[in-house]
């Protein structure tokens, strides 16, 4: 693993439009049975302005940024290598249909452990006011065995 | 099992210096305040894989899954972190309240291609802050008895 990638700029994320069935098609697969994720009446009753995205949603953003760091040349990242430790969000407010959504990816740490690498990738979005919504935190741990 | 209950907080009742301040949650540090359990099937993980763009071929084909050391189809971990938190949106009634939510995944979840593979979920009240009324709610999530995340905790505001 490439010690440098901590002090790599990775740029923002052109914008993600969160779609309305595309939520919907989330929240069947998640299992997410609050009216609020599947009736648009039921969301704008609850006082938002469309379908809210199950919390787990801003992975689908995150993900864009993963896939960068994946690229970046270098990067020392198999991706049949890599499997997932740990993952947090941290929310302002959740994700609602309609929204345009931009990521920004940080390395924050890199561990090496024996032969294995352990990297923690913190994800900012914002929404088209530049307001925060959530940060999405992925430890990946790098098997260096095969 | 239960190792991350051993930091529990210490609960806050409404005990005030404003004489008379009402108990505005009713809520107890160990109260369970949601269940549920999840059938998955391979069916649900293609699912997922559709509905999340995750399309690593060991959450669905047996050959890769083998090939690559594993021992069987695995449920994408961000399936089971996605599940593992609805029994907590449907208590809290409003996905707003959710502020934050963690996971480690410390244990695969194989889906059989006949029988397919049960998660059920235990919500539990592990920290309690009345005044600010919020509480940190620690999710048990287990497939045949083993947990298969680890440290899962939701920081919610109370409903």
């Known amino acids: ?146 | 099992m239960t190792a991350a209950h051993e930091d529990l907080g210490l609960t806050h009742i409404g005990a005030d210096a404003h004489a008379g301040l009402e108990i505005v949650h009713e809520y107890e540090v160990g109260d369970i305040v949601a269940e549920a359990t999840y059938p998955l099937t391979r069916e649900s993980l293609v699912r997922y894989a559709g509905a999340s763009g995750d399309f690593n071929a060991i959450h669905y084909r047996d050959d890769v899954a083998a090939e690559v050391g594993l021992p069987g189809v695995l449920a994408h971990g961000m399936l089971t972190m996605g599940l593992a938190i609805q029994p907590v949106v449907d208590w809290l009634g409003d996905p707003a309240l959710v502020a934050d939510y963690q996971v480690r995944f410390t244990r695969p979840v194989v889906v059989d291609p006949v029988t397919g593979a049960e998660i059920t979920v235990e919500a539990k009240i592990a920290q309690l802050d009345e005044e600010a009324g919020t509480a940190r709610v620690d999710l048990t999530v287990s497939v045949e008895g083993a947990t298969v995340l680890g440290k899962a905790q939701v920081r919610v505001t109370l409903p």
């Open chain 1, 1 to 146: 693993m490439n010690p440098d990638l901590i002090d790599h700029e990775f740029e923002k994320t052109s914008p993600y439009l969160v779609g309305r069935e595309k939520v919907r098609e989330f929240s069947r697969a998640v299992f997410a049975s609050n009216p609020v994720h599947l009736s648009v009446e039921a969301a704008r009753n609850a006082g938002y302005p469309d379908l809210v995205a199950p919390p787990t949603f801003a992975i689908v953003v995150q993900q864009l940024t993963l896939d960068q760091l994946f690229t970046v040349e270098d990067a020392g990242i198999e991706l049949t290598h890599v499997v997932h430790g740990s993952q947090q969000f941290g929310y302002s407010r959740p994700i609602v249909a309609g929204d345009e959504l931009t990521a920004q990816l940080r390395v924050t740490s890199i561990k090496t452990l024996g032969g294995n690498a352990m990297v923690t990738a913190e994800t900012a979005v914002h929404d088209v006011d530049g307001e925060h919504v959530v940060t999405a935190t992925s430890t990946l741990v790098v098997r260096g065995d095969a």
